[in-house]
């Protein structure tokens, strides 16, 4: 955090380091507990500009403190691996200095820009979602410096995704003794995980993963709590009003059990990136940069999400993979493409230099981002 403060010192904005609401998450034990967030950097420059940019990358990787992934080596001349180089350390290096560019500029005092690093990306934004909201809704374009796919390719449309918790509870009981009396939590989910899974399928581009299953002890015990982690991704609205009502059934069942009760928890707490005209006009835009440095700029749908979801929900039409060239992220063979970040930075610096010398339009604000905008000030 620290590091990253002074490493933006010379763009000659105002830096500050913005506390973020505590979030819940269920433990293993079936209860709900407070976890403290950390903190966000953000870095503001001349705010009350016409013309805002909004710049986001975000400081946590998948990687735990004790991982043995701790550091860097070069795999060739050209090719970097090491946690979080390519997501997303590479991108707030592009985003440093195409920032830095700009402001070499005769043109930068025409549009204002602030930087915001959250330190929650990888865990879903829970604690930085509001404070993503509420700077979008001061900006008229959004950019996020994610890295592109292996090959350059950037995403254009992007599924939605919520993270849910089943909580099964059922009677314990001595399992030799009195098995009768107990109610098996286990086994009442196991029936729930089955359906749950056979939803896959049943609608087009929906896709339900059970990740983690925790419950049960001493196997003399009738188990009497069970839980499930999944996550489910959507393509739009409708879908997520379908998978709603499939969970609700499939909890009223479990339910409906003797002796078993079930509470489900979450949400989905990135809606869908709809690739717009508003995203198609910010596309043509980066592509015209691209021809002129010689970058092609090619773009796909993408079942992966990230803060450009959260800052689209907002009304704020961005790019959200303006990072390095990289791949294999989250695993410990994660790599970035040295080349990419001069390549990269001098994309991102063009598409802003064109929008504050006024070469390009601005993407036009609809009634709906004003009454955002009004609300939020």
């Known amino acids: 955090h620290k590091a990253m403060a002074n490493a933006f010192q010379c763009l000659g904005g105002t830096i500050s380091s913005l506390s973020l609401p505590s979030v819940e998450q269920m433990g293993d034990d079936g209860t709900v507990r407070q976890l403290p967030s950390g903190r966000a950097l953000h870095i503001v420059k001349r705010p009350d500009a016409a013309k ?3 710049l986001c990358g975000h400081m946590d990787t998948v990687f735990p403190i ?19 180089v390519a997501d997303m350390k590479g991108g707030i290096v592009v985003m440093l200095h195409a920032l830095a560019a700009l402001e070499r500029s005769p ?7 602030e930087v915001l690093i959250t330190p929650d990306e990888e865990t879903g934004s829970h604690g930085s979602a509001t404070l993503l909201a509420k700077r979008a809704a001061e900006a008229d374009i959004g950019m996020i410096f994610e890295p592109t796919m292996p090959d350059g390719t950037l995403a254009g449309e992007r599924k939605g995704s919520g993270n849910f918790t089943l909580v099964v509870r059922g009677k314990a009981a ?12 286990i086994a009442a989910l196991a029936q729930a995980i089955e359906q749950i899974d056979s939803l896959n399928g049943q609608r087009p581009e929906v896709t339900f993963n059970v990740g983690k299953i925790t419950g049960g002890g001493p196997t003399n015990i ?12 959507v393509p739009d609205q409708s879908a997520i009003d ?21 509470a489900l928890h979450g949400q989905f707490d990135r809606q869908p990136k709809p690739f717009d005209n508003r995203q198609a006009s910010l596309f043509e835009l ?3 940069c691209g021809d002129q440095i010689g970058v092609a700029v090619n773009h796909v749908p993408t079942g992966g999400c990230c ?17 390095v060239q990289g791949g294999n992220i989250h695993s410990d063979d994660e790599y970035m493409i040295l080349d990419s970040l001069t390549e990269r930075a001098k994309l991102s610096a063009l598409f802003l230099l064109k929008l504050a010398s006024g070469e390009a339009d601005w993407p036009a604000k609809n009634p709906h981002d004003s009454a955002q905008r009004e609300s939020s000030c």
């Open 66 to 84: 004790d991982s043995p992934f701790q550091s860097c080596r070069l795999l060739d001349q050209d090719t970097l691996s090491g946690p979080g």
């Open 242 to 262: 379908w998978c709603t009502k499939q969970l609700d059934n499939i909890v009223k069942v479990l339910n409906d059990k003797d002796g078993i009760t079930a």
């Open 307 to 323: 803060d450009g979801n959260n800052l689209a929900a907002a009304g704020l039409p961005n790019i959200d993979t303006l990072g």
């Open 286 to 288: 980066l592509q015209s």
């Open 222 to 233: 009738v188990p009497d709590l069970a839980i499930c982690r999944f996550n489910i991704r």
């Open 52 to 54: 805002r940019v909004l």
């Open 174 to 185: 001595h399992a030799g003794r009195e098995p009768h009396l107990g109610r098996n939590a």
């Open 107 to 113: 043109e930068a005092n025409s549009i204002g820009w």
